[in-house]
């Protein structure tokens, strides 16, 4: 099995020493280091946009032709992408080479020294599956960042201030005396980096219902889904009585196979799902008001995705597997977030592919982690089900976008208010 990589790309006016540092700890620990070096760029440059839109193209070219992973072939998997280290120019480099082009993707992200605009667009680079992890470290003290937003277009002073982005695979860590350059010390990177980096490759991928084409590959997705749902929800009293009969699910995507979204995993199969139903107005109704259950919604209460149409979706159940789970994180798993991701990213292209909209999303919350859930994602408790489990509703029209919203709802609510506005 090929080492892991961990790309650094460098800032201007440098020839990068800090590149050899973070080499020399890499190898200790058995991880192949790729010095990506455009050379000394000076400052004229940096403020020519020709200039700097080819280091962008340049970077672009040099990841497809060096770095982008081999593709899946046969019974073996393609591996994960590189890792990545960024500082000053390197993050805007990466960040709008990135946002270009969605083939380029790392396993983990280390960003400092950023001149990315505080509301940068993370929300997107998650949702594309373009990142699994990253960490944010910026310096109060940091005077060039705050310099980059006045005098460069697409630049920005999160390398000073932070980013205006929260996720659970997104951590910020601030440093009260730093500087532009105070990052790169050996025992820096060894304390804080490397345990980062040195984290088991996130190796899981999030498919949606309407790309599996081979049936027998969306049976075998459903069969592990049910058993995911037998492993986290097995013990539950009540899953006997709203139990979905068995070979309800098939009749579900003969209308809509999109319902669904699985989290996959190239060599172990399917590692966890989401169900995410669009419903007739009765049924959705039927479920806001607890009448309806799981088990009660037939293939004739769906309403299929159709361009220019309004919908109201039913989170049915989301689920991960426990193997797939990391200990001491609770709800804020890297899997949950790429499943959530994964979700909005639908919702966001069938906007601005078909015009479709979503009015309204309710959810039952079964289990303390489902409510936790359904109260992260900003959504309001609007009575019980038959069961007595609390019954919550997400008007997407009448949300507000703000810091503590899910960041792909965000996204998704900042879009639909911008369409209303043209």
Same mark, same amino acid.
């Given at each position: 099995?090929?080492?892991?990589?961990?790309?650094?790309?460098?800032?201007?006016?440098?020839?990068?020493?800090?590149?050899?540092?973070?080499?020399?700890? +890499?190898?200790?620990?058995?991880?192949?280091?790729?010095?990506?070096?455009?050379?000394?760029?000076?400052?004229?440059?940096?403020?020519?946009?020709?200039?700097?839109?080819?280091?962008?193209?340049?970077?672009?070219?040099?990841?497809?032709?060096?770095?982008?992973?081999?593709?899946?072939?046969?019974?073996?998997?393609?591996?994960?992408?590189?890792?990545?280290?960024?500082?000053?120019?390197?993050?805007?480099?990466?960040?709008?080479?990135?946002?270009?082009?969605?083939?380029? *993707?790392?396993?983990?992200?280390?960003?400092?020294?950023?001149?990315?605009?505080?509301?940068?667009?993370?929300?997107?680079?998650?949702?594309?599956?373009?990142?699994?992890?990253?960490?944010?470290?910026?310096?109060?003290?940091?005077?060039?960042?705050?310099?980059?937003?006045?005098?460069?277009?697409?630049?920005?002073?999160?390398?000073?201030?932070?980013?205006?982005?929260?996720?659970?695979?997104?951590?910020?860590?601030?440093?009260?005396?730093?500087?532009?350059?105070?990052?790169?010390?050996?025992?820096?990177?060894?304390?804080?980096?490397?345990?980062?980096?040195?984290?088991?490759?996130?190796?899981?991928?999030?498919?949606?219902?309407?790309?599996? %084409?081979?049936?027998?590959?969306?049976? *075998?997705?459903?069969?592990?889904?049910?058993?995911?749902?037998?492993?986290?929800?097995?013990?539950?009293?009540?899953?006997?009585?709203?139990?979905?009969?068995?070979?309800?699910?098939?009749?579900?995507?003969?209308?809509?196979?999109?319902?669904?979204?699985?989290?996959?995993?190239?060599? @172990?199969?399917?590692?966890?799902?989401? %169900?995410?139903?669009?419903?007739?107005?009765?049924?959705?109704?039927?479920?806001?008001?607890?009448?309806?259950?799981?088990?009660?919604?037939?293939?004739?209460?769906?309403?299929?995705?159709?361009?220019?149409?309004?919908?109201?979706?039913?989170?049915?159940?989301?689920?991960?597997?426990?193997?797939?789970?990391?200990?001491?994180?609770?709800?804020? @798993?890297?899997?949950? @977030?790429?499943?959530?991701?994964?979700?909005?990213?639908?919702?966001?292209?069938?906007?601005?592919?078909?015009?479709? *909209?979503?009015?309204?999303?309710?959810?039952?919350?079964?289990?303390?982690?489902?409510?936790?859930?359904?109260?992260?994602?900003?959504?309001?408790?609007?009575?019980?089900?038959?069961?007595?489990?609390?019954?919550?509703?997400? *008007?997407?029209?009448?949300?507000?976008? %703000?810091?503590?919203?899910?960041?792909?709802?965000?996204? +998704?609510?900042?879009?639909?208010?911008?369409?209303?506005?043209?």
């Amino acid at each position: 099995m090929p080492k892991p990589i961990v790309v650094s790309v460098h800032g201007i006016r440098t020839h990068a020493p800090w590149q050899k540092v973070l080499g020399t700890v +890499l190898a200790r620990h058995d991880l192949v280091h790729v010095s990506y070096d455009y050379r000394y760029f000076n400052t004229f440059r940096f403020l020519w946009p020709p200039a700097r839109a080819r280091q962008v193209k340049a970077f672009c070219d040099y990841y497809n032709d060096h770095l982008r992973p081999s593709p899946v072939k046969k019974g073996r998997s393609p591996g994960p992408p590189p890792s990545l280290v960024a500082h000053s120019f390197g993050t805007y480099i990466m960040g709008h080479a990135m946002l270009k082009h969605r083939s380029i *993707r790392f396993d983990k992200m280390i960003v400092c020294g950023s001149i990315l605009p505080t509301d940068f667009d993370w929300a997107t680079l998650f949702q594309r599956g373009q990142v699994n992890e990253v960490r944010h470290e910026y310096g109060y003290m940091d005077r060039p960042v705050r310099v980059a937003g006045w005098v460069v277009r697409g630049a920005g002073a999160s390398g000073a201030k932070g980013f205006d982005f929260s996720a659970a695979a997104f951590t910020q860590v601030p440093y009260a005396y730093h500087a532009h350059s105070d990052y790169f010390a050996g025992p820096h990177i060894e304390a804080e980096w490397m345990p980062f980096l040195l984290r088991k490759p996130v190796e899981l991928s999030v498919v949606a219902g309407r790309d599996v %084409n081979e049936p027998e590959v969306f049976e *075998r997705y459903l069969d592990a889904s049910r058993g995911i749902d037998l492993q986290c929800y097995g013990h539950l009293p009540e899953l006997e009585q709203a139990d979905v009969p068995r070979g309800r699910s098939r009749e579900w995507i003969g209308m809509e196979p999109d319902i669904y979204t699985f989290l996959v995993d190239a060599r @172990q199969g399917v590692k966890g799902y989401l %169900n995410a139903m669009p419903l007739t107005d009765e049924a959705f109704e039927g479920v806001r008001s607890g009448r309806l259950t799981d088990r009660d919604i037939l293939p004739g209460h769906l309403s299929p995705f159709r361009t220019d149409d309004s919908v109201k979706l039913y989170l049915m159940s989301i689920a991960i597997a426990p193997d797939a789970r990391r200990i001491g994180e609770g709800l804020h @798993q890297p899997a949950m @977030q790429q499943l959530m991701f994964g979700l909005t990213d639908k919702l966001v292209n069938y906007h601005t592919s078909a015009g479709i *909209r979503v009015e309204e999303i309710v959810a039952a919350g079964w289990t303390p982690e489902g409510q936790l859930l359904a109260r992260y994602l900003g959504m309001k408790e609007v009575g019980k089900d038959m069961l007595g489990h609390p019954v919550y509703s997400l *008007r997407l029209a009448d949300a507000a976008p %703000n810091r503590r919203m899910f960041a792909g709802l965000r996204k +998704l609510v900042e879009l639909y208010r911008s369409a209303g506005r043209a």
